[in-house]
């Protein structure tokens, strides 16, 4: 009876098993972002998986303003050269709010026609660097924008000319558990074809500009925690191979000095 009985015990796991869904690892995350500007399509590509890693520092400023730097790095998973990306959408806990409103805005075509020191005073409000397989590493400039009707943040290269286009997006479900907002940046397709784009090996941006509006101190983001609570971001990212990835960060927020 006791051999029936595991047997039968067994048999039931096994048929469980048959009916459970696919490891969850395999599938992709969801687009957190759904709703705004549309990449135009692109078929997937043969290439190396990328594995990427994500770092956050959020440190308080005057007022409620935050310094938000991210610190994503990334290699190929065969040691060769990243896939090229195709979009990278940057979350934000639910605790960070955005004031573009407080800042001037600088056009993508005052910038392509004049360069990034044409745009109007206080118009920047973060930057960074980039990163290649090859070592090169550039300087990144981030401007306050509009990108059609949304608020949105351009993201410059000078030394290579590449102006890049984030909005900024209310987030969508399931993410809102964690996140608010997020800007959502397209990598629109070139002339270099996809398999041949190369990725960066490590991209750092941060969001922390502030000004006087109104009668106070603004930042162009802002936090309602307090310092040494824990603050939720993430990176969702889409390669030109059709990998999905979402490197998450969790940081305390630390306080300036």
């Known amino acids: 009876m006791k051999v029936k009985s595991v047997l039968a015990a067994v048999t039931v796991f096994a048929s469980l098993s048959m009916l459970a869904p696919a ?15 549309q990449r135009p399509y692109e078929p997937d590509v043969e290439g190396t998986e990328n594995i990427d890693s994500l770092t956050v520092t959020a440190t308080r400023g005057a007022g409620r303003s935050v310094t938000l730097a991210f610190d994503r790095r990334s290699r190929a998973g065969t040691g060769e ?7 990278f959408v940057f979350l934000f806990d639910r605790s960070v709010r955005f004031h573009p409103e407080a800042f001037p805005t600088c056009a993508r075509t005052v910038i392509e026609k004049l360069g990034t020191r044409a745009c109007p005073a206080g118009s920047r409000i973060g930057g960074g660097r980039g990163e290649s397989a090859n070592g090169v590493s550039q300087e ?7 990108v059609g009707r949304l608020p949105g943040v ?32 397209i990598l629109p397709p070139t002339s270099v074809p996809p398999q041949d784009r190369a990725g960066t090996t490590r991209f750092q941006l941060s969001f922390g500009a502030t000004r006087q509006y109104r009668g106070r101190t603004v930042g162009f983001a802002e ?16 390669f030109v191979t059709g990998q999905v990835l979402l490197p998450t960060a969790r940081t305390p927020l630390a306080t300036a000095g």
């Open 23 to 37: 490891a969850t690892a395999s599938v992709a995350p969801p687009d957190p972002a759904p709703g705004g500007p």
């Open 140 to 146: 990144v400039l981030a401007f306050n924008t509009r």
């Open 81 to 87: 050269v990243p896939a090229g990306a195709r979009r």
């Open 154 to 185: 351009l993201v410059v290269l000078p030394a290579s000319g590449v102006i890049l286009e984030q909005t900024l997006e209310r987030v969508s479900d399931p993410y809102r558990a964690d996140y608010r907002w997020a800007l959502d940046e």
């Open 223 to 238: 936090t309602d925690a307090e310092p040494g609570d824990g603050l939720a971001f993430g990176l969702w990212s889409e």
